[in-house]
């Protein structure tokens, strides 16, 4: 792997952003309380009313609460992966990805989703230092060496079946919605007092693509699909374990989440994580530092 030494400051300056961004969220209130209020499309919505999302629908705050439980749990994955990438381990290359991936991905869920408050330039210092340390921790994987890192026991074919899944079903999960929302002249139900769905345009303008994108090039043996599976399998790990921490932070809110729901989009996710976590094991123990020669 190749050596990126911007990382030895930009990891600890995402662990130091994440910290103080999911700490505040969690722990932040200042005695406030909910209040209704009515969106430009007409929709009454409950606002949380206090600490730093007291702009946001306690639906809102809820899933940020999650995401946040999340960020401070995964900090040790960050450091420990960081620790053995800099002693030249791909495994830990690939875990170190996966986890700027998701803390890029709650930076712009910070700094675009969240209304905006007192630690907006929080958001965008970790929207920024994420996107960049997961750009050079990118690059750093040797591309064309990867297909000859792997074990011939690497469940290809059930990643790339994973892959086409996962993505297929966030486009359509999310995009009934919007189609729903469409074809009744109404507002997607995610919307809340938001003027734009910034979570959809992330997950279906990009990790649905992507997913479906790492599916054919693993099939293909093309280098590309090995590191975009890897990363996108560890990644939605990650996130499988941020669903279940939004709907527990929702529940406790009191939001109220139709079996429907419950079973649809949370269940599904659940389910996905754990798939996820399964192919990511399989993926790093099928995963060398060396060359494998097979006869």
Same mark, same amino acid.
């Given at each position: 792997?190749?050596?990126?030494?911007?990382?030895?400051?930009?990891?600890?300056?995402?662990?130091?952003?994440?910290?103080?961004?999911?700490?505040?969220?969690?722990?932040?209130?200042?005695?406030?309380?909910?209040?209704?209020?009515?969106?430009?499309?007409?929709?009454?919505?409950?606002?949380?009313?206090?600490?730093?999302?007291?702009?946001?629908?306690?639906?809102?705050?809820? !899933? &940020?609460?999650? /995401?946040? $439980?999340? @960020? =401070?749990? #995964?900090?040790? *994955?960050?450091?420990?992966?960081?620790? %053995?990438?800099?002693?030249?381990?791909?495994?830990?290359?690939?875990?170190?990805?996966?986890?700027?991936?998701?803390?890029?991905?709650?930076?712009?869920?910070?700094?675009?989703?969240?209304?905006?408050?007192?630690?907006?330039?929080?958001?965008?210092?970790?929207?920024? !230092? &994420?996107?960049? /340390?997961? $750009?050079? @921790? =990118?690059? #750093?994987?040797? *591309?064309?060496?990867?297909?000859?890192? %792997?074990?011939?026991?690497?469940?290809?074919?059930?990643?790339?079946?994973?892959?086409?899944?996962?993505?297929?079903?966030?486009?359509?999960?999310?995009?009934?919605?919007?189609?729903?929302?469409?074809?009744?002249?109404?507002?997607?139900?995610?919307?809340?007092?938001?003027?734009?769905?910034?979570?959809?345009?992330?997950?279906?303008?990009?990790?649905?693509?992507?997913?479906?994108?790492?599916?054919?090039?693993?099939?293909?043996?093309?280098?590309?699909?090995?590191?975009?599976?890897?990363?996108?399998?560890?990644?939605?790990?990650?996130?499988?374990?941020?669903?279940?921490?939004?709907?527990?932070?929702?529940?406790?809110?009191?939001?109220?989440?139709?079996?429907?729901?419950?079973?649809?989009?949370?269940?599904?996710?659940?389910?996905?994580?754990?798939?996820?976590?399964?192919?990511?094991?399989?993926?790093?123990?099928?995963?060398?530092?060396?060359?494998?020669?097979?006869?």
């Amino acid at each position: 792997m190749k050596n990126q030494p911007a990382l030895n400051w930009l990891v600890p300056l995402i662990a130091i952003l994440a910290v103080v961004a999911a700490a505040a969220g969690l722990f932040w209130q200042d005695g406030g309380s909910p209040y209704t209020f009515t969106t430009l499309y007409g929709e009454t919505v409950q606002i949380y009313g206090q600490g730093v999302y007291d702009h946001d629908t306690v639906f809102n705050t809820g !899933a &940020s609460q999650g /995401a946040d $439980v999340v @960020a =401070l749990l #995964a900090l040790p *994955l960050l450091f420990v992966s960081f620790m %053995f990438y800099r002693r030249d381990s791909l495994r830990a290359g690939f875990l170190l990805v996966s986890a700027l991936a998701y803390y890029l991905y709650y930076g712009a869920s910070l700094g675009f989703v969240v209304a905006y408050n007192n630690l907006y330039l929080v958001y965008l210092a970790l929207f920024s !230092a &994420s996107f960049f /340390a997961f $750009v050079l @921790a =990118l690059t #750093a994987i040797n *591309l064309p060496s990867l297909p000859a890192r %792997f074990s011939p026991r690497l469940p290809r074919r059930g990643m790339a079946i994973f892959m086409f899944v996962v993505g297929v079903g966030v486009a359509f999960i999310w995009l009934s919605d919007v189609i729903n929302a469409l074809t009744t002249n109404g507002v997607p139900q995610a919307l809340g007092s938001h003027i734009a769905l910034v979570t959809y345009t992330l997950d279906v303008g990009i990790i649905a693509p992507a997913c479906i994108l790492a599916g054919i090039l693993i099939l293909r043996r093309a280098p590309l699909g090995y590191l975009l599976t890897g990363v996108m399998t560890m990644l939605l790990a990650l996130v499988g374990a941020m669903v279940i921490g939004q709907t527990v932070m929702q529940l406790n809110l009191g939001v109220q989440l139709s079996t429907g729901q419950l079973i649809g989009q949370v269940g599904t996710w659940i389910i996905l994580g754990g798939i996820a976590v399964w192919l990511s094991i399989s993926f790093l123990r099928n995963l060398s530092n060396s060359a494998i020669h097979t006869n």
